[in-house]
């Protein structure tokens, strides 16, 4: 899978999934802990989003961020714009405009996260395409 | 490896006037947490708030500095 190839992919996923969440690991394993704080916030809100491990190929990586032109994992985009790292995704999320913006309610306790939504995942398995 | 004093230089250094303090999260020199209250910020979305930092170290986020985590804020703002 040639580099350009992997970049048409992630313009998919994005223009796909209203919220899309490129993390490193999956919602239900991930394998930092920003990347699980990000999970956890989009988890406690309930909203259904897409999940993209980058971990499987380090050119995913640069690809997205070649993308985005930002520089870490996770990040999450809603409506084809990019939202955020994890900080912004956490600050956003504890003051109520992530909620807002995903037009879903904030939950009473911000701590309190409830059982996740299913996760779709992203429209091509792309692990499977990189050899 | 960089150390907090370094990072809070170089952000010093390219935001004129801010309030900048660097923490070493893990001791380890690699994933840094900054808080920065600068009026650079002012007008400014997040996402470019965030940039302008990140900005300020290029390639070498997701390299040498591993994670930088941010915290942005104008003089004034709370929180």
Redesign the interface.
Known sequence: MTNDEISAFLKQAIDENRVMLFMKGTPEQPACG?SARAAGALNALGVQYAALDILPDQRI?EEL?GLS????IPQLFVDKE???????II??YESGELAELLGVEQPEAVEAAPEPEPVRQAPIGLENRLD | MPTPAELQERIEAALPGAEVSVDDLTGGGDHFRAEIVSDRFAGLSRIQQHKLVYDVFGPEIGGAIHALSIKTSTPGATS
């Open positions: 920003f990586r961020s032109g930002w520089p870490t990019l939202v955020g790292g994890s900080d912004i600050e956003m």
